[in-house]
């Protein structure tokens, strides 16, 4: 479990095939402070560390990761967002993001302007159910408050500290982001979805 505030910018050193699995090596400031088997969230998607030498961690993102999310574009030289897992004892100041990336969206555009950066995505429309404006939205792992939602696209507002401690500072329109919607919306969803159970005396 995640808050969705960003620690650090990692970078990938590299990213490798190894069957349908990608082999991912990040150089960050965190790497001397995890562990092998430890749960770190990259651009929002869970992942097990595997190997430490130094400053560089290694983790595998398997065939099924990497067809719901935008890992599987990750170069050499990229940045990567990176957050270690919550603890029981410090404030959950994002809102709870389990690392499970629902879909990806594309950003359409990028605005500056009145001290922040409005970044506008259009994401699938089959998701629309769980967006509503004022909400919670993990976007590459970035707990953010969505804004003009509609059907199909929404928008979220960045401050400068944001845009330059996280990703968000290279995301330019036509790129992919990873999305996780809000997990409480979720349940809601699936208990209205289900029949009611009689239950007897």
């Known amino acids: 479990m995640f808050t969705g505030i960003i620690e650090t910018i990692g970078q990938v050193v ?3 095939r ?3 699995n990608l082999m991912l090596a990040i150089r960050s400031p965190l790497a001397h402070e995890l562990k092998i088997d430890q749960s770190v969230s990259h651009q929002g998607v869970c992942l097990t560390v ?3 030498l130094n400053d560089i961690h290694r983790t595998v993102a398997i065939r099924e ?3 719901k999310t935008n890992l599987g574009a990750l170069n050499p030289g990229d940045p990567v967002n990176l957050e270690r897992s919550l603890t029981l004892d410090q404030r959950l100041d994002g809102h709870l993001v389990q690392g499970h990336v629902d879909a990806t969206g594309t950003c359409l555009e990028a605005t500056p302007g009145g001290g922040s950066t409005e970044f506008r995505f259009r994401f699938p429309r089959k998701f629309a159910h769980l967006i509503i404006e004022k909400g919670s939205i993990a976007l590459n792992g970035i707990s953010l408050t969505v804004f003009s939602v509609t059907e199909q696209e929404f928008s979220v507002a960045i401050i400068p500290y944001t845009l330059e401690h996280t990703t968000m500072g290279q995301l330019r329109p ?3 982001v990873n999305l996780e919607f809000d997990m409480v ?3 809601v969803t699936r208990l209205h979805s289900l029949e009611p159970v009689a239950v007897s005396s």
């Open 14 to 16: 590299e990213a490798d």
């Open 18 to 20: 190894k069957g349908d």
């Open 50 to 52: 595997t190997g430490i």
């Open 65 to 67: 990761t990497l067809s």
């Open 174 to 176: 036509g790129n992919l």
């Open 185 to 187: 919306g979720k349940y």
